[in-house]
């Protein structure tokens, strides 16, 4: 929707409003609707409509355009013309001059051999830029001199121009040249003119953002932002910017130099991963203490993301190699692990090879300093396990000692050598070593767990569990077999009772006593994931409804398009306590959070915070917390808290608790400085900043300088 | 705003590509002590008739130093390691030698029984004194003594001399054998000790009146060498394979026993590490040479051997400078394998700023003025100050050439470039990332011979290193498959190839044998771990 009064000078209040008019691009259900049995495709399907906001209605029967799906508009910044994209066509309105509900339009159209996918108009001359869906960026200059400059009243000779005095121009279209720049190696989708008009932005798929000027076609690039970029803002202060990314991020950048100032992320999205490693699990660590999650994100990195406060938190660069948007993916981070404590981190990466040559499996362990979560790369390891892949990595729950399973038929316990330095002073450096390493005859190791004490190590050799003790590297028992390889151990808690999941052909969800080293009770179900709280006795299973069950209950359609189900289970009882539905179950991935006081303060109020929350994250990294002992489902909306802090104001905490509270009001004017669009207290400082080609025309600055100054004299008064 | 920076600081960033790392020593190659040790450059001495039997250093700068070889006593520069002067006036072989503590008089000793005193400077044997019946094989100095020696031989008598008076003042008797060594005390004139074949050590204070040792200690082998430590307190033997420490003031109590030679150890003397005057305080440790060619350096504070050299003969004689600039090792075939430290330049000048400080520079410094150039350029190498808040520039991450060239997509280029270069691990890491981009195959495809001919002699050259093999070993069968038409053609590929099979038929033959050294290994292995 666009509304060109609304950027064009306000009229003066004492006239009567005129009518306030929008143009929308609608989707027309209603029609869609009735003519869906006739099943023709080529019928339109989105329209532009006139809408009388004043009145609130549309305004009937005028409808600019018709096309097959509701295109977005674009208007000049001017408030002067609009237009759309049409698949090879622009379609350009001008807006009348007096805006009543019958007037005549006037529209060009602008033809073009590809698909166009996205225009930008020029904020002063009648110049108009679209990109297509090849990369190309065309622009037409001085489009509509027939058609529309008359409407201005100007008769000149440009009327009569002949066709080889418009280069470029298509068809006898109404503009004086064309231009084509080819930078873009796949479609457009952000195109902006600077506010001055002498650069034009634009960015792809390639997460390139490319800056052109205008009037020369050179280029300045902003490479390696490392996912397709969606759309780009200016903000009224010249030298701020934003772009915004597919990987649900936004960058604010800096802009004379092209420099990121700040990224804004979201929730990273789930990762494409090439054919046969779709089976290495979610890629989701839980942090439980501090309700973080790790995710594994597209350009090789960790993501940490804080699930009460809905932000990211910090990221780590896992493998040292840029992302480019769009090649086959050929690193791919299999394995992620987090400490119970969340001050380690483990992952595995894998580099695929190419025809046989150069495959390589890297284990990594990290160490983050504090609760900063930042973490810092500790060990190296090539090839753990030969060249077999890694299945599983597990973290002592109180020591620095971890497990990894291979397929390759081995597991290694890896201790940091802080543990050894007890016993060797003269070891300097940490850093992980092999401790032990085991096997059991040579199957493929498929999962590893510890104990909550840490005193067993629970190893599944396909489909035999087997239990060692993690020092001496003895074998204490073997427990029975499942049907098919097991695919994940979870102790519960601190009860002597075991989970196996096993997936395959007969997938099972069992339940294993230590006390008698016998199964207790199985289901036939396909879990996907398992998630044990250190201190309660239940665990939760996130279970893939069956495919018969599936079809059964559609027809019921209680299961509209959720394809799982979490169950929570007592050990000891092969009856769940409670049972939710879930969408998109595949790939998700489930986690006890524990739950500190401070953290879901008053979101709620009258309502007392559980202990612990089920969080579940689905496999489009979608999460919902909810108290999983609460009688209604009771779906914890968690808020983020208000009295959420920047690291910046964060240190002023510690500050204020070395020197005492600073008075109040200091704390209020410095939250309102840290918002980078406000302007400083002085802005006759920064009108004049940054380079002159970027800098508004001066008679425009010249008048904005002087208000600046006006302004403050009035605040000094006050 | 830095943590920020930080945190977004992967976006927009580019990676140079980065080898593999290279697993890091559990302990570290070079202790700092070891690299002390090894910082004296060699130096060999060679063609000395027969075998140093001993060596000893001036106490003064510029501290020349005294080699007994044959008939005959060379005295050598410190600094250069040239022949100074040589005393000849010996009738048989020169056992033993010691300065006096002003370094002014030479006291030899030799298997005729004879101990002559020398002139340092004249050459002139000042004094001769006879009494020994047989071959004399100590003499020493008393510490700050200026009149009197100490010798001891093959009789078993241990002699006190006045040795302006060409006299024995003391007659010291015990030792059951040859005595072979002796050492006299750094803190007081009067006691010594002396060591003899019978395995004992004698502490002799010559105030006694009966001329019976004040205590005698047990080292269990005839013993070869005996010194006394700084402190005067403690006493280290050398006899067999052992070198012992033992407490004088607690009785000749053992305190340690070191036993880290393979042969008899034939030599001990005191050194030092550290800087003089620098923040580690000088401590000294224990040089003790053997038969069987091994310099060790042991620390009796921490009871550790921190430093071990091996000399391609067996020694026979070891000594440290007093400055610590020197150690000179003796060998029984006629060569002094000497090592010098390097002197820091800086020492010196800054010295002798010292006495023309001041007015020197007052008027070296000009005033500038306008109409020099330097005016235009003074301040711009001012460093920090310590309260500065320097602003750092934010560092530039370091390209080579085939990281502009990948960053640009020009993979073969960046291939190429990296082949020319020296570094294989540059070649191997640029090969895993054309990996990672799918391009690996297709720049093999599109080298030219020459540069064909360049990959191949690098395979040539690293596809049996194990680092490598796993990835060269995978990508030279490609290799061999895709380009066979280019190679049948080409005479330079053709030998290329030639010593490819080569060295990688060399590689399998080394592999066999390995397999046979642990098919003999393996099973010795399992009975040794069923023995435990």
Redesign the interface.
């Known amino acids: 929707m666009v509304i060109p009064s609304l950027l064009g000078l306000p009229a003066d209040s004492n006239e009567k409003q005129p009518n306030l008019f929008a143009y929308v691009s609608l989707k027309d259900t209603r029609e869609t609707v009735s003519k869906k049995h006739k099943s023709k495709s080529e019928i339109p399907n989105g329209q532009i409509c006139k809408c009388n906001l004043t009145e609130s209605r549309l305004v009937g029967g005028v409808t600019l355009a018709e096309t097959k799906l509701p295109e977005p508009i674009t208007i000049s910044s001017s408030g002067k013309y609009f237009g759309i994209t049409k698949h090879q066509r622009l379609s350009i309105w001008k807006v009348p001059d007096t805006e009543t509900e019958r007037v005549v339009f006037r529209k060009i159209t602008l033809r073009h051999t590809k698909r166009m996918t996205v225009l930008a108009f020029h904020p002063i001359q009648r110049i108009v830029a679209a990109g297509d869906s090849t990369g190309r960026i065309l622009i037409w200059r001085g489009f509509g001199d027939k058609t529309f400059a008359s409407g201005e009243g100007l008769v000149s000779g440009k009327i009569m121009l002949n066709d080889e005095e418009k280069p470029g121009v298509r068809d006898n279209d109404d503009a004086g040249s064309c231009t084509t720049w080819h930078w873009h190696s796949s479609e457009v989708n952000v195109l902006f003119f600077s506010s001055d008009g002498a650069y034009l932005y634009s960015g792809g798929k390639e997460g390139v953002l490319v800056v052109w000027q205008l009037d020369t076609g050179k280029k300045k690039f902003?490479?390696?932002?490392?996912s397709p970029l969606l759309y780009y803002t200016v903000s009224p202060d010249p030298s701020l910017s934003s772009i915004s990314c597919a990987d649900n991020q936004i960058?604010l950048l800096k802009m004379p130099s092209l420099e990121?100032?700040?990224?804004i992320s979201g929730i990273k999205f789930s990762c494409s991963l090439p054919e046969g490693y779709e089976g290495f699990g979610s890629g989701v660590a839980f942090d439980h203490s501090s309700a973080l999650v790790a995710l594994r994100t597209d350009?090789y990195?960790v993501q940490f993301y804080s699930l009460f406060d809905d932000r990211g938190i910090?990221?780590v660069?896992v493998c040292?190699?840029?992302h480019q948007p769009g090649?086959?993916v050929?690193?791919v981070v299999t394995v992620v692990a987090l400490s119970q404590d969340g001050s380690m981190m483990s992952t595995v990466e894998v580099?695929l090879?190419?025809?046989?040559?150069?495959g390589?499996v890297c284990l990594k362990f990290w160490a983050s300093e504090s609760q900063n979560k930042?973490f810092t790369l500790s060990t190296?390891i090539?090839e753990p396990h030969r060249d077999a892949c890694i299945s599983a990595v597990a973290f002592h729950p109180t020591r620095r000692v971890a497990v990894s399973s291979s397929y390759g038929g081995d597991f290694k316990v890896w201790v940091c050598n802080d543990e050894l330095e007890q016993k060797d002073v003269?070891?300097q450096?940490s850093?992980w070593t092999c401790h032990v390493v085991g096997s059991y005859k040579k199957k493929a190791i498929t999962a590893a767990a510890f104990s909550a004490d840490g005193s067993i190590l629970a190893i599944a050799a396909e489909t035999v569990i087997t239990l060692w003790d993690p020092d001496k590297n003895v074998l204490l028992a073997v427990i029975g077999e499942t049907l098919t390889p097991i695919v994940m151990l979870s102790f519960v808690g601190k009860s002597e009772y075991l989970v196996a999941a096993s997936w395959g052909s007969k997938p099972q969800l069992s339940v294993w006593t230590m006390s008698k080293l016998s199964v207790s009770w199985s289901y036939m179900l396909h879990v996907e994931a398992v998630a044990c709280a250190a201190d309660l006795s239940s665990f939760a299973a996130l279970a893939l409804l069956p495919e018969s069950s599936k079809c059964q209950e559609s027809i019921g359609t209680t299961f509209q398009g959720r394809d799982g189900v979490i169950l929570l289970f007592n050990p000891t009882d092969p009856v769940p306590v409670a049972t939710w539905s879930a969408r998109k179950a595949k790939g998700g991935a489930l986690s006890f959070l524990q739950v500190s006081r401070s953290s879901v303060e008053e979101n709620i109020s009258g309502w007392k915070p559980p202990q612990t929350l089920l969080a579940y994250m689905n496999s489009d990294h979608e999460y919902v917390l909810f108290d999983p002992n609460g009688e209604e489902i009771h779906e914890l909306n968690v808020i983020p808290r208000k009295d959420l802090v920047d690291?910046?104001e964060r240190r002023q905490f510690g500050y204020a608790s070395i020197y005492g509270e600073l008075p109040e009001f200091e704390l209020k004017r410095d939250q309102m400085s840290w918002v980078p669009s406000v302007p400083s207290e002085k802005p006759w400082e920064t009108i004049f900043s940054g380079s002159s080609h970027n800098l508004p025309p001066l008679t425009k600055l010249c008048s904005a300088f002087l208000e600046s100054l006006l302004e403050k004299r009035t605040a000094v008064v006050e | 705003m830095a943590e920020d920076l930080q945190l977004q600081s992967h976006v927009g960033k580019s990676f140079p590509i980065k080898p593999k790392l290279k697993p890091k020593a559990r302990t570290l190659l070079q202790t700092p002590e070891s690299k002390y040790w090894s910082s004296f450059k060699p130096h060999q001495i060679p063609n000395l008739v027969s075998s140093i039997q001993s060596l000893d250093f001036s106490p003064n700068p510029p501290h020349l130093f005294a080699a007994a070889h044959s008939a005959s006593l060379t005295l050598f520069s410190s600094k250069t390691f040239t022949q100074h002067s040589v005393i000849n006036s010996f009738k048989d072989v020169v056992t033993c030698s010691s300065f006096r503590s002003d370094g002014s008089l030479l006291a030899a000793s030799d298997v005729s029984g004879l101990v002559q005193v020398f002139d340092v400077k004249t050459r002139t044997p000042l004094r001769r004194l006879r009494s020994h019946a047989r071959p004399v094989r100590f003499v020493k100095y008393p510490f700050l003594d200026k009149l009197h020696l100490m010798s001891g031989g093959d009789d078993g008598v241990v002699k006190y001399w006045d040795v302006a008076g060409e006299s024995v003042l003391s007659n010291l008797l015990g030792h059951k054998d040859y005595v072979r060594c002796g050492d006299c005390s750094p803190v007081n004139a009067e006691m010594f000790v002396t060591g003899s074949y019978d395995h004992t050590v004698k502490l002799w204070d010559v105030r006694v009146e009966n001329s019976r040792s004040v205590m005698e200690v047990n080292h269990g082998k005839p013993i070869e060498d005996v010194m006394f430590l700084p402190s005067g307190g403690l006493l280290a033997t050398a006899g067999g394979n052992s070198v012992k420490i033992w407490d004088l003031i607690g009785g000749g109590k053992m305190v340690y026993s070191m036993e880290n030679h393979n042969k008899t150890v034939t030599s001990i003397c005191t050194g030092r590490v550290g800087k003089e005057g620098g923040d580690e305080a000088m401590q000294y440790r224990i040089l003790s040479v053997a038969l069987d060619g091994y310099m060790k350096v042991f620390d009796y504070g921490k009871m550790k051997v921190t430093h071990s050299m091996r000399f391609p003969a067996p020694l026979m004689s070891v000594a440290f400078s007093p400055d610590c600039m020197t150690r000179v090792v003796g060998s029984s075939n006629g060569i002094i394998f000497a090592g010098r430290k390097k002197k820091k330049e800086n020492d010196e000048p800054v010295v002798r700023n010292f006495w023309s400080l001041g007015r020197v520079e007052e008027h070296r410094k000009p005033t500038l003025r306008p109409s020099y150039y330097r005016y235009f350029q003074r301040g711009q190498s001012e460093k920090p100050k310590e309260w500065d808040y320097v602003v750092a520039r934010p560092k530039k991450v370091k390209l080579g050439e085939h990281d502009k060239l990948l960053k640009k997509f020009r993979h073969k280029e960046a291939f190429v470039s990296v082949l020319n270069g020296k570094n294989p691990e540059n070649v191997v890491a640029v090969m895993e990332e054309l990996v990672c981009r799918r391009k690996l195959l297709k720049c093999v495809s599109n080298l030219d011979n020459e540069e064909l001919g360049l990959l191949l002699g690098f395979m040539q050259k690293y596809s049996t290193a194990p680092r490598y093999s796993g990835l060269l070993m995978g990508l030279m069968k490609k290799v061999l498959e895709t380009r066979a038409e280019d190679i049948k053609s080409s005479d330079a590929l053709k030998g290329h190839i030639r010593n490819l099979k080569r060295s990688v038929e060399e590689e399998i033959r080394i592999q066999q044998s390995l397999q046979e050294i642990q098919g003999i290994i393996s099973p010795l292995l399992r009975i040794a771990g069923r023995g435990i």
């Open positions: 902003l490479p390696r932002i490392g960058h990121i100032l700040k990224s350009n990195c910090s990221e660069q040292e190699r840029n090649d086959d050929t690193v580099k090879a190419e025809e046989g040559i150069g390589l930042k190296i090539y003269m070891l450096s850093g690291p910046e």
